[in-house]
């Protein structure tokens, strides 16, 4: 998460995981959302006043609102959905992701706000992520990356 000095939320990364057969995030009004879903069975997604969107593995979405609520029709229970969800305020340019395999040196950009790793792992330095698991990365250069029979997400500013 990334604040302003005015203690503002700038950017948020979260994974949210459904395991039932409705959820919902909540944050600050005037906020933006690109959700991508990486796994498990398709999710409705519903934010503010829109209807309710479907969402698939490996597509994205964008919602506005201060409310995001997750659904998985025809869902009772049994499995996990998951999606990634990356909320700003509203006033900064749209974030954009991008799903791509890899193995051996990973390019990485000053724009990267964010590299979720969804197979396989990624090395930056000495920290190494597996499944599940993601670098977040601030205003410095993130350095050089290498990835083992990786597929990874990245959510770069526009």
Known sequence: MEQDRALRLQWQLQLVELRGPQGRIQLPDDTVHLIVGISGAQVEVQAADARPTPLRRDHALVAHGSSV??????????????????????????????????????????????????????????????????????????????????????????
């Open 69 to 158: 609520e997750f659904s998985r029709p025809g869902i009772r229970g049994i499995g996990l959905s998951r999606v990634i969800v990356l909320s700003s305020e509203a006033s900064l340019p749209p974030a954009r992701f991008a799903v791509t395999a890899s193995h051996g040196a990973l390019p990485l950009s000053r724009d990267l706000l964010a590299l979720v790793v969804l197979k396989g792992s990624v090395t930056i330095g000495e920290s190494t992520v597996s499944r599940d698991s993601a670098f977040v990365f601030g205003s410095e250069d993130p350095g050089a990356a290498v990835a083992t029979s990786a597929q990874v997400l990245r959510i770069s500013r526009s």
